[in-house]
């Protein structure tokens, strides 16, 4: 089983509609990242958080330490949105700094 | 201020060849990781440096891969004696403070081809 699960692996939605992705994990972590990897291959990070929850535009991100999982949401989803959506974690400070990554989720918004 | 750069964007090598991929971390950032994404699979740590230092190399394969990040220039990975399956896009990230609280700034990565 992976250190962290996301889900879906392939979401397909219609412009505008609100989407959930979620992410699970099984170890300690000192902070949760959600990064966008676009069609061309480039990496953005999004957001990283260690608790409650973030807002950036239209993209939030939650996460509760206690249950080990994290969702991100599209509000008012747009075909640009369209990209892989990764999930990884900082493992805890005695477990050095390398990232741990989810398989990823395929978003796809059709006009 | 610029982002991380890695170059080349794109490397052919033939089976047996070296290849060499190069880092410039962002300005004022002294961590530098290495991420391998095989086709069709997902992002894998490879190994962290801070300057002149290898901090956490347990990604690394035993043998033929190195890395190394001098007090002056960019970070190196080199493959040596390539295979074809060491074709994947290779990200560089860098961060200011130690990953584990900071976030990681991801280079464009590097594809490497072997024939």
């Known amino acids: 089983k992976n250190e962290v699960e996301q889900s879906p692996q392939n979401l397909t939605a219609q412009e505008g509609e609100f989407i959930t992705i979620n992410c699970s994990y099984s170890?300690?972590?000192?902070?949760l990242h959600w990064l966008q990897q676009h069609p061309g291959g480039g990496i953005v990070s999004l957001f990283m958080l260690s608790s409650g929850k973030k807002k950036h535009g239209r993209l939030i991100a939650t996460i509760n330490i206690q249950e080990k999982h994290s969702s991100l949401h599209i509000t008012a989803s747009h075909p640009r949105d369209s990209a892989v959506y990764i999930c990884a974690v900082s493992p805890d400070e005695t477990s050095g700094s390398r990232l741990t990554f989810g398989e990823g989720t395929q978003l796809t918004v059709n006009p | 201020n610029a982002g991380v750069m890695q170059n080349p964007r794109h490397l052919v090598r033939r089976r047996g060849q070296e290849a060499r991929l190069r880092c410039s971390p962002m300005?004022?950032?002294?961590?530098v990781y290495w991420y391998r994404q095989l086709p069709e699979e997902g992002l894998k740590f490879m190994v962290y440096l801070q300057k002149e230092n290898i901090i956490d190399e347990s990604g690394m394969p035993k043998e033929r891969f190195s890395a190394e990040f001098p007090k002056e220039g960019p970070s190196i990975l080199r493959i040596q004696q390539v295979v074809r399956g060491d074709s994947a896009a290779y990200f560089c990230?860098?961060?200011?403070?130690?990953?584990?609280?900071?976030?990681?700034?991801f280079g464009p990565g590097t594809r490497l081809t072997v024939l």
């Open positions: 990230a860098s961060s200011q403070l130690t990953g584990g609280a900071d976030t990681q700034y």
């Open positions: 170890v300690g972590i000192s902070a």
């Open positions: 300005k004022g950032h002294s961590h």
